[in-house]
């Protein structure tokens, strides 16, 4: 391989640009604010250091919960590359470039976090045609004429990663080619620092107040290779799926989307069911209000809350029509906060458990949520280190249409989660491709990050507001009233019908006759469930259309 000690080399760069960042005192901004005045609140629940709450309270309160000062998050110092390594690096690339008889020029360069983008526009490939003259004193000259010039493919310049990454002393380069919207062949070019991007300075930017503005469900994904940053509203996705190697930053991006929600929302806005059969990340959650039973860490149990959410998804149709509305939104418009409908984000860390333990019955049940969870406000964020066919089946790929991917070992994997190659080329530690809906090429980014230190304070800070009365939910007790059959196997377009039936005031057996190509005596029988259910009761609009 021969790039093997210039890895050692950045490893230990990296060592010790950590070891300098941990030398440094922990941010202590908390301290130094000015204690802000809390509003009226319940006693916490544990006796805490009323001061220390105090400072770390925002001073906004929401239905009685205060929300968390920006203050609680450190501030994290971001290393940026230097001009001189960046100059150095541009010149190695069109040498090594030329070297290989392909003639480019880099036009453009985009400093990230881990990585620094050289925007490379490709030259031309000439021919050429040697003329001899002879001038008045009979002496014989050569020269070279140009006959025909093409530009040079892009896929030479691809095929030259390998070569670029050795003259570049680089563990790896991944090529873009062409970057999306440019003129250009992107070379992604790993910084011989490794940067860290924090929560809080992502959640700063201009970016995502403004989409916080509009999302609760705003949620701050990391900077892009050229140090903008990237944010997602989760009620768009509407479900995430996030896929990467042991160690590649599946579980630090699971904990900065929590965090990052809880630093936004009240346990009346959103709700948190997690799963986390291995039992090492998400169960230091245990004791935040958000939670609506404590982190589940055996499958068994994982299956329950799955049923569980299956009929929460149920009554929340019910209400809905009740209501009077079509989706979560409408229906919270106008209440009071601690009124409205909670969303409710299911977080499973390592999906290959849960798909051993019950293959069809946990596909059935992510799909059914996945399919319907826009409406309802359920959203699914799922992670999985087992990208294989068995774990990340075509059906849950096609329910979850936004993806993650964090280092891969195979292009195979890489394909399989964002349709190309790419992600085998990621340095691990936070980078990732990140591919949004309806977007054709997957964006690399380096994902952010909050310590440890960080979780415990938040998770603090929130159980200290945990109130006595609420009691969590027993996912055994719904899912055990649901296996004894007291609801008999449903029609398989119930769902389908029950959008319907909340989009349009005329729900009728005929028309979902109509609408979803089924006999009369099906859709009858669904118009009867429906009914039940509270559907289409205000018009009475099925009688004159049968
Ligand atoms: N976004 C990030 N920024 C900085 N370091 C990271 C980031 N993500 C992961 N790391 C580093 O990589 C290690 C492994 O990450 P982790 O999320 O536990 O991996 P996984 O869950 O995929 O096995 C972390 O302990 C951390 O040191
Ligand atoms: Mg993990």
Redesign the pocket.
Known sequence: KGTAGAVGEIAEAVKESNARKKALPAAKEAEEEQPVKAGKHEEPAAPADTAVMDRLRSGITVGGWSLPNINILDKIAETIISDSEIEKRRDTIEEALSSYGVEAKVIEINRGPTVTQFGVEPGWDRKFREIREKDRDGNVSTRQEEVARTRVKVERINSLANDLALAQAAPSIRIEAPVPGKSMVGIEVPNTT?G??GLRGVMESTAFQKMLAKSRLAIAL?KGAGGETIVGDLAKMPHLLIA?????????????IICCLMMNNTPDAVRLVMVDPKRV?LVNYNNIPHLVSPVVVDTEKAIMALRWLSAEMDIRYKRFSAGKARNIEEFNKNRQPSECMPYIIVVI?ELADLMMAAFDEVEHALCRLAQLARATGIHLIV?T?RPSVDVVTDLIKANFPTRMS?ALTSQVDSRTIIGSAGAEKLL???DMLYMPQDVAKPKRL????VGDAVIERLVNFWANQRRQEAQPVQFEDVAQAGADGKKPAEDELLDKARQLALESKNISASYLQRKLQIGFPRAARIMDTLKEEGFGKEKGAEKGDL
């Open positions: 490794f860290s991007v990391g990467g190697a042991t160690g590649s930053g599946k579980s630090v991006c699971l904990n900065s990340e860390d992670a280190q964090f691990g530690r936070g380096q994902g952010t990050m």
